[in-house]
T-cell receptor
């Protein structure tokens, strides 16, 4: 089974509007961390936001917020007031506490295109 | 503060040759990770080094190898290159404090093309 599922291969959003990028995850661990990264066409992966499984508040970082619904195992990224520079691939990733390998497992990504 | 730096940015090699990619982590970070991002395949975990030791490797053949130096920089070697090795190779670094919250910071990647 996929550990991280991003069901939206591509999305359009109008500039200045908000957009939600979906991410669902699968784990039996109680302790895990969820991350979102942005990848512009240049290739660099840019860290956006982190949510721990025990965090009671949804994480926020500037225009980015994470809609964390633990029971539904979803960690959707919300981008408010979209800008043209937000056009990029967005990846959801997870690290599980019982993952001795310490690596992040990534979803397949969502390509966001912001329309002027 | 400098981020994760990788070199070369682009590399073109012939099938059967060897490629060496280099990575310098963020100052103070002891863990280095390598990921492969082939077209249409997402990010696949390759290797994790911490304090000079290989801690984990992904499901890749042994011709993918690497090492971490005493200054925590790292290199990834790919021997006997195959066409399907063409990909973006991303290096990342983090502190390793245990737990799940250590953020991994990526470099800009090295584009490897095998012809």
């Amino acid at each position: 089974a996929q550990k991280i599922t991003q069901t939206q291969p591509g999305m359009f959003v109008q500039e200045k509007e908000a957009v939600t990028l979906d991410c669902t995850y699968d784990t039996s661990d109680q302790s895990y961390g969820l991350f979102w990264y942005k990848q512009p066409s240049s290739g660099e992966m840019i860290f956006l936001i982190y949510q721990g499984s025990y965090d009671e508040q949804n994480a926020t970082e500037g225009r980015y917020s994470l809609n964390f619904q633990k029971a539904r195992k979803s960690a959707n990224l919300v981008i408010s007031a979209s800008q043209l520079g937000d056009s990029a691939m967005y990846f959801c990733a997870m690290r599980e506490a019982n993952n001795a390998g310490n690596m992040l497992t990534f979803g397949g990504g969502t390509r966001l295109m912001v329309k002027p | 503060e400098a981020g994760v730096t990788q070199s070369p940015t682009h590399l073109i090699k012939t099938r059967g040759q060897q490629a060496t990619l280099r990575c310098s982590p963020i100052s103070g970070h002891t863990s280095v990770y390598w990921y492969q991002q082939a077209l249409g395949l997402g990010l696949q975990f390759l290797l994790w080094y911490d304090e000079g030791e290989e801690r984990n490797r992904g499901n890749f053949p042994p011709r993918f190898s690497g090492r971490q130096f005493p200054n925590y920089s790292s290199e990834l070697n790919v021997n006997a290159l195959e066409l399907e090795d063409s990909a973006l190779y991303l290096c990342a670094s983090s502190l390793w404090l245990g737990g799940v919250g250590n953020t991994i910071y990526f470099g800009e990647g090295s584009w490897l093309t095998v012809v």
